[in-house]
């Protein structure tokens, strides 16, 4: 029923608008929950609800009396949905769905009074006011504004826990970044201070960085190593072939027995060891 008429709006009118409330009113909130807990409400449900209102909806364009008829059927439709709802509810609570509780709290106001006041349109309990300020006969819109404040506090709750959320992960980030820089820190000075010789390339055997005891080592300079290959130093041509072959069947090489090929032409006699770096 409606809180109040403005005495613009004829009877009729008033009478079609009261019941297009009553018909749509589950719409929103069986799409509310749909949106909350997608794994816990049956998609079939939610259609049928949308589908069922739209459906009562239609008869608004008919006479006053066969709408008024309609009344008791789409009670049935509340009732079911009710029944379903305890499903639902048992569903998320067990779960320990977030919001749970307050879902539930709307949940058991809307029930009652649509169980109220559809005993009372039934004329099995009388419309006895609990007070001047409350009648029981429109208990259900009052029920409404109840539903509408529990959502607001679940939403409420909801971003209040996102941003939670966020500063958290905002903070694992950051303690993350700082990590990397200290490991990234330590893998240049290892890189850096390593007497060994270190080339960093691709699966072709681009060189793509070298550390500071190639250039010592084999003479060449930083910017040359980086536009040559692993096989362009390697003296000879069948143990690149078996270098490579050996990355591709082994994933790694230990030792592998090889003589690299200074710039001036020297010889020099290595033991290499190449292990992938997956990015």
Same mark, same amino acid.
């Given at each position: 029923t409606l809180l109040f008429q403005p005495p613009s !709006?004829?009877?009729?009118? %008033? &009478?079609? !608008?009261?019941?297009?409330?009553?018909?749509? =009113?589950?719409?929103p909130f069986v799409l509310f929950l749909q949106v909350l807990y997608p794994k816990d409400i049956h998609r079939w449900f939610t259609r049928a609800v949308i589908g069922l209102g739209l459906i009562f909806s239609l008869f608004l364009v008919a006479d006053t009396l066969t709408l008024s008829y309609t009344s008791t059927a789409y009670q049935l439709v509340y009732l079911f949905q009710i029944v379903y709802y305890f499903s639902f509810l048992w569903r998320i609570i067990a779960k320990r769905r977030t919001g749970a509780f307050y879902i539930g709290f709307a949940f058991f106001i809307v029930s009652a009074a649509i169980i109220i @006041?559809?005993? !009372?349109l039934q004329n099995i309990i009388e419309a006895v006011s609990l007070s001047n300020f409350l009648p029981i006969d429109q208990i259900s819109s009052f029920s409404l504004l109840a539903l509408i +404040? +529990?959502? %607001? /506090? $679940?939403? %409420? *709750? &909801?971003?209040?826990?996102?941003?939670?959320? +966020?500063? =958290?992960?905002?903070?694992?980030? @950051?303690? =993350? *970044? /700082?990590?990397l820089e200290q490991s990234e820190r330590k893998y240049r000075t290892i890189f850096e201070d390593s007497k060994d010789i270190i080339f960093i390339a691709d699966l072709d055997g681009r060189i793509e960085d070298v550390s500071p005891a190639c250039e010592n080592i084999l003479g060449y300079s930083h910017r040359e190593l980086v536009q040559m290959t692993m096989f362009d130093v390697i003296k000879d041509p069948e143990d690149s072939l078996r270098f490579q072959k050996a990355i591709i069947d082994q994933g790694s090489v230990t030792n592998? #027995?090889?003589? $690299?090929?200074?710039?001036?032409?020297? +010889? !020099?006699?290595? &033991?290499?060891? %190449?292990?992938?770096? /997956? #990015?």
């Open positions: !709006i004829r009877w009729h009118l %008033a &009478l079609r !608008i009261e019941y297009l409330i009553f018909f749509l =009113t589950t719409i @006041e559809t005993l !009372i +404040v +529990v959502q %607001a /506090i $679940l939403l %409420a *709750n &909801l971003f209040s826990k996102s941003f939670s959320r +966020v500063e =958290t992960l905002s903070i694992e980030l @950051e303690d =993350t *970044n /700082i990590n592998f #027995d090889s003589e $690299l090929r200074r710039k001036d032409g020297e +010889v !020099i006699h290595t &033991l290499v060891s %190449a292990t992938p770096r /997956i #990015d």
